[in-house]
T-cell receptor
Framework: KAGVTQTPRYLIKTRGQQVTLSCSPISGHRSVSWYQQTPGQGLQFLFEYFSETQRNKGNFPGRFSGRQFSNSRSEMNVSTLELGDSALYLC????????????????FGPGTRLTVL | TQLLEQSPQFLSIQEGENLTVYCNSSSVFSSLQWYRQEPGEGPVLLVTVVTGGEVKKLKRLTFQFGDARKDSSLHITAAQPGDTGLYLCAGAPGYALNFGKGTSLLVTP
């Protein structure tokens, strides 16, 4: 069974630009969560999508948004990039058999390394 | 404020040594998870501990959940270079997982 795939793996942007990252979950997984990982803050929850609906979101500004398609693939978008947005962006998929994302085993992709100059 | 504090932040040891890393919080968790993240990869779930005082073993790795369910430890016996990576603990007082910042472990031959 193929794992979670994320594209692109590396991205370099400049301040003020916007970026779109893509995540393909494991086949059959309906939940996709996004996390930001930085050395200073560690892994932080951005948002979770289930059946094309955002079920929950973390404490990030509105510049961070996402969506999920009918095939469960998900994209996240960051607009008006800032230097502090440089990070590893991870997505994780799960079967989501239980109603709270933390109760379900999550499978992480390799991440997209975003550098903002 | 970090909900889960991990220590030490960095650990460099030689092959064959034993080590323990810690995950502490002032909050009570219904469960805690441990992940290992290798360079260039996403975190991989190692174990979930659920019951206070629970001990789980995964080959040379021993995980313990504190009696009060506020802390956890990971002990590695006879570390090997393949154990190198970032060890993360995670818990969920709310909807989503909260992660500690991790312990970065380097095991040299």
């Amino acid at each position: 069974k193929a794992g979670v795939t994320q594209t692109p793996r590396y991205l370099i942007k400049t301040r003020g630009q916007q970026v779109t990252l893509s995540c393909s979950p494991i086949s059959g997984h309906r939940s996709v969560s996004w996390y930001q990982q930085t050395p200073g803050q560690g892994l932080q929850f951005l948002f979770e999508y289930f059946s094309e609906t955002q079920r929950n979101k973390g404490n990030f500004p509105g510049r961070f948004s996402g969506r999920q398609f009918s095939n469960s693939r998900s994209e996240m978008n960051v607009s008006t990039l800032e230097l502090g947005d440089s990070a590893l962006y991870l997505c994780a998929s799960s079967l989501a058999l239980l109603d709270r994302i933390s109760y379900n085993e999550q499978f992480f992709g390799p991440g997209t390394r975003l550098t903002v100059l | 404020t970090q909900l889960l504090e991990q220590s030490p932040q960095f650990l460099s040891i030689q092959e064959g040594e034993n080590l323990t890393v810690y995950c502490n919080s002032s909050s009570v968790f219904s469960s805690l998870q441990w992940y290992r993240q290798e360079p260039g990869e996403g975190p991989v779930l190692l174990v979930t501990v659920v019951t206070g005082g629970e001990v789980k073993k995964l080959k040379r790795l021993t995980f313990q959940f504190g009696d009060a369910r506020k802390d956890s430890s990971l002990h590695i016996t006879a570390a090997q270079p393949g154990d190198t990576g970032l060890y993360l603990c995670a818990g969920a007082p709310g909807y989503a997982l909260n992660f500690g910042k991790g312990t970065s472990l380097l095991v040299t031959p």
